[in-house]
């Protein structure tokens, strides 16, 4: 719902904006979903949604001239699951570990 509400704001302001991907993992038992909008260049549009469970990736929805139409429909995919009784939220980002200067070796003189 809070998704839709920010959806709502952004087409309200009638602007172009830049737009980011989002992904939303959601999970009931053992099995996944994904739930992604997908920006290619980066602007508000062109977009699409990907929906990804265990057999593969479908592009359920696309959109070249309605600004929000992906990331609404994306919410309201997210909000069927969830009543459903899946369990969704938007992944940590994947942090990877820091990488320590590598050890200064000894010089080695030719004797």
Same mark, same amino acid.
């Given at each position: 719902? $809070?998704?839709?509400? !920010? /959806?709502?704001?952004?087409?309200? =302001? &009638?602007?172009?904006? +830049? +737009?980011? *991907? @989002?992904? %939303?993992?959601?999970?009931? &038992? *053992?099995?996944?979903?994904?739930?992604?909008?997908?920006?290619?260049?980066?602007?508000?549009?062109?977009?699409?949604?990907?929906? #990804? $469970?265990?057999?593969? #990736? @479908?592009?359920?929805? $696309?959109?070249? *001239?309605?600004?929000?139409?992906?990331? %609404? $429909?994306? +919410?309201?995919? /997210?909000?069927?699951?969830? &009543?459903?009784?899946?369990?969704?939220? =938007?992944? !940590?980002? /994947?942090?990877?570990?820091? /990488?320590?200067?590598?050890?200064?070796?000894?010089? !080695?003189? %030719?004797?």
């Amino acid at each position: 719902m $809070k998704k839709l509400m !920010v /959806v709502a704001a952004l087409l309200a =302001s &009638g602007s172009a904006f +830049a +737009a980011e *991907n @989002t992904l %939303e993992r959601c999970t009931h &038992g *053992n099995e996944f979903r994904l739930i992604e909008v997908i920006y290619p260049t980066g602007e508000a549009l062109p977009c699409e949604v990907q929906y #990804t $469970k265990a057999d593969g #990736t @479908t592009t359920p929805w $696309k959109a070249a *001239n309605s600004v929000g139409f992906c990331a %609404e $429909k994306a +919410a309201e995919l /997210v909000e069927k699951h969830r &009543g459903w009784g899946w369990h969704c939220e =938007s992944p !940590v980002p /994947v942090q990877l570990p820091e /990488v320590a200067e590598p050890a200064q070796l000894p010089e !080695v003189t %030719e004797q």
